[in-house]
C-alpha cells in the first residue's frame, strides 16, 4: 500500500487505519519515524502525542487496539455479577460428636448478640478453634462464610475483582463482601498466615463497611455482621519454629480485635467424651481404649509445656487414632499409623508411654506401615 499524503485536514482515525495498514495493530518507533519521513512530518514527538497517546502501551511501543479493548471493557464494568450470588443456605449443619468446652460459651454469646464485635481465638492446633466457631453459628442458626487465609491472600480474594466470563470482563463480590451484604459471620482461618495485603480489611474490622474503588459503589454491613479470625499464634509470629509460615501481623490491624481468646486443649474427661462421640459414629464400642488415648495425651501435653518434647498430641490426632482403629480393628497399628508424621525418636518414646499407660497395649517393634 502506497504511503498516504499528510495534510492537517486528515483525522485520527484516518491516521491509525493507514498505520494500521502499513504495520498492523502493534508497532514501534522505528515504524512510527519511518511513517512521519515518508510523509513530510516534522516532528515525531508531536506526531506521538497528537495520535497515539491512548494507544501507548509501553516506551517506544503502541497498540492499535487498545482503545477499542478499553471500551469494551468499560462496557462490562457495570455489567452484573459473574456469578448472580446463590441464594442457598449457608448455616453450619449441627455434629452430634460436639463437646463444648474452653471459650464456645463466650465465641457463642458473641455470636448471638449480633454486634459487630470481632474476635480473635488462639491456641495450639488441632483444638478445636475453628470447629467451635462452626457450632456456635450451627446452634445459633446463623450463617458463616470461612475463609481459609495464606500468604497468598490478597484483596481480590477477599474483596472480590473482575472475571472473563464469556468474553465479558465482570465483577465478582468476595467472601468478605458476600458475608457483609448477608449479615453473615466471617471466619478468617489461620490469620496469622497472612501477608500485610490483609490490610484492606481495616475499614471492615470497624463496622464502616468497605468503598469497592474498582465499580465506585459502597457496601455497608447488613445487621449481624461480625468477623472471627482463628490463629495459631497471637499475631507476633512463632519464635520456636512450631508454626512455620506465620507472620507478624500489623500491630493497627491487631488492635482492631476487641478481645482474644486463648483456646487451650480440653480437660481429659471432655477429651474423653468427645472420642467416644466419634467412636459410636463408627461403630467403636471401647470406652477404655478412649479413656487411655486421653490419659495419654495429657502426659504428653504437660510433658510438653515443662519442655520434656518437641511434638504434642493435638485433640485431632486422638480423633484419627479412633478413626483409624475403626478401619484396622488394631489399636497398635492405628496408633502407630497416626503418629508416623512424627520423627522416630518422638515416635518410639510415644509409643513406649502409651504401652505403660494402657496394660492391655502390646507393644511390637515398629513396622514399617
Same mark, same amino acid.
Given at each position: ?43 515525531? *514527538? ?16 503502541? /497498540? ?14 457495570t455489567a452484573p455479577s459473574a456469578e448472580p450470588v446463590e ?39 488441632? /483444638?478445636?478453634? *475453628? ?34 466470563? /464469556? ?135 504437660? *510433658? ?35 503418629? /508416623?508424621?512424627?520423627?522416630?525418636? *518422638? ?23
Amino acid at each position: 500500500m502506497r504511503p498516504m499524503t499528510f495534510t492537517a485536514k486528515v483525522d485520527s482515525n484516518t491516521i491509525i487505519d493507514s498505520l494500521r495498514d502499513l504495520f498492523g495493530d502493534s508497532i514501534t518507533a522505528a515504524d512510527v519515524r519511518g511513517y512521519c519521513a515518508s510523509n513530510g512530518i516534522a516532528s515525531y *514527538t508531536y506526531f506521538c502525542k497528537r495520535y497515539l497517546k491512548e494507544y501507548k502501551v509501553s516506551r517506544g511501543k503502541w /497498540n492499535l487496539t487498545v482503545t477499542e479493548a478499553r471500551k469494551q471493557f468499560e462496557k462490562t464494568v457495570t455489567a452484573p455479577s459473574a456469578e448472580p450470588v446463590e441464594e442457598r443456605n449457608i448455616v453450619p449443619e449441627k455434629d452430634d460428636t460436639f463437646v463444648k468446652f474452653g471459650s464456645f460459651n463466650d465465641v457463642k454469646s458473641i455470636i448471638k448478640s449480633k454486634q459487630f464485635y470481632p474476635t480473635f481465638i488462639t491456641g495450639l492446633s488441632g /483444638n478445636g478453634k *475453628t470447629f467451635g466457631v462452626e457450632q456456635a453459628c450451627a446452634q445459633l442458626g446463623r450463617e458463616l462464610i470461612r475463609v481459609n487465609i495464606t500468604i497468598e491472600t490478597d484483596e481480590d480474594d477477599l474483596i472480590g475483582g473482575f472475571r472473563l466470563v /464469556n468474553g465479558a470482563t465482570v465483577w465478582h463480590d468476595g467472601p468478605v463482601i458476600q458475608a457483609l451484604n448477608r449479615g453473615a459471620v466471617l471466619l478468617l482461618d489461620e490469620i496469622d498466615l497472612a501477608s500485610n495485603k490483609i490490610l484492606c480489611l481495616q475499614p471492615i474490622l470497624e463496622g464502616k463497611g468497605i468503598f469497592l474503588k474498582k465499580i465506585g459503589k459502597f457496601v455497608e454491613p447488613a445487621a449481624g455482621f461480625n468477623v472471627v479470625a482463628t490463629a495459631n499464634t497471637k499475631g507476633k509470629g512463632s519464635d520456636d519454629g512450631r508454626f512455620i509460615g506465620t507472620n507478624v501481623l500489623n500491630e493497627a490491624f491487631l488492635e482492631r480485635f476487641p478481645v482474644t481468646f486463648e483456646q487451650d486443649y480440653p480437660a481429659p474427661k471432655t477429651e474423653q467424651k468427645i472420642l467416644m462421640n466419634i467412636a459410636d459414629t463408627v461403630g467403636v464400642n471401647d470406652p477404655k481404649f478412649c479413656q487411655k488415648l486421653t490419659d495419654w495425651a495429657d502426659i504428653i501435653r504437660k *510433658t510438653f509445656y515443662d519442655g520434656g518434647v518437641e511434638d504434642i498430641i493435638s485433640t485431632r490426632r486422638l480423633v484419627h487414632i479412633v478413626r483409624a482403629f475403626s478401619i484396622f480393628n488394631d489399636k497398635a497399628k492405628a496408633i502407630k499409623v497416626c503418629i /508416623n508424621r512424627f520423627d522416630d525418636e *518422638t515416635k518410639q518414646s510415644f509409643l513406649e508411654l502409651y504401652d505403660k499407660v494402657d496394660a492391655d497395649f502390646e507393644l511390637n517393634p515398629i513396622e514399617e506401615v
